[in-house]
């Protein structure tokens, strides 16, 4: 169990993830507070689970909990550098679920409310699935603790 956690943690050292998770978290953890708190212009969980209720994402409510809460607690966990992996893993899939259930039909263009912001969130955090968190995280500080 320790060797798969370690190997879940160890990621090379290089800069590179750092470059993505920072903006990247910052990005999520705004939309995220969004749909749970109402802030930056969000609508909060009330008004996002019914605006999800009525594009078919019931509960609409839960589905504002859930996509809020993997885009706040995700954005912070990836600024962190902690379960980077698993965390860019959840994050992915939020990304596909909105482009499929919001984006696809209005076309690639952010300007038509396309898919082409969601696309871009989704290879930033596949990438980060992929590569790990790279160096300053707290996923390389648990890692050398447990070697």
């Given at each position: 169990?320790?060797?798969?956690?370690?190997?879940?943690?160890?990621?090379?050292?290089?800069?590179?993830?750092?470059?993505?998770?920072?903006?990247?978290?910052?990005?999520?953890?705004?939309?995220?507070?969004?749909?749970?708190?109402?802030?930056?212009?969000?609508?909060?969980?009330?008004?996002?689970?019914?605006?999800?209720?009525?594009?078919?994402?019931?509960?609409g409510?839960?589905?504002?909990?859930?996509?809020?809460?993997?885009?706040?607690?995700?954005?912070?966990?990836?600024?962190?550098?902690?379960?980077?992996?698993?965390?860019?893993?959840?994050?992915?899939?939020?990304?596909?679920?909105?482009?499929?259930?919001?984006?696809?039909?209005?076309?690639?263009f952010?300007?038509?409310?396309?898919?082409?912001?969601?696309?871009?969130?989704?290879?930033?955090?596949?990438?980060?699935?992929?590569?790990?968190?790279?160096k300053?995280?707290?996923?390389?500080?648990?890692?050398?603790?447990?070697?």
């Amino acid at each position: 169990m320790k060797v798969l956690i370690t190997k879940l943690l160890t990621s090379a050292p290089s800069f590179a993830p750092l470059a993505l998770r920072i903006p990247i978290g910052i990005i999520l953890m705004a939309h995220g507070s969004q749909k749970l708190f109402g802030w930056f212009g969000g609508y909060g969980l009330e008004g996002t689970g019914q605006w999800m209720a009525s594009i078919g994402l019931t509960p609409g409510y839960l589905m504002a909990l859930m996509a809020g809460s993997s885009e706040f607690f995700g954005g912070l966990l990836i600024i962190i550098g902690l379960l980077t992996r698993p965390t860019a893993l959840v994050l992915s899939f939020t990304m596909v679920v909105a482009i499929f259930s919001v984006h696809i039909g209005n076309g690639l263009f952010l300007s038509n409310n396309g898919y082409e912001f969601g696309l871009a969130l989704l290879a930033a955090t596949v990438s980060l699935a992929v590569s790990g968190a790279g160096k300053l995280s707290a996923d390389n500080l648990l890692a050398a603790r447990l070697k």
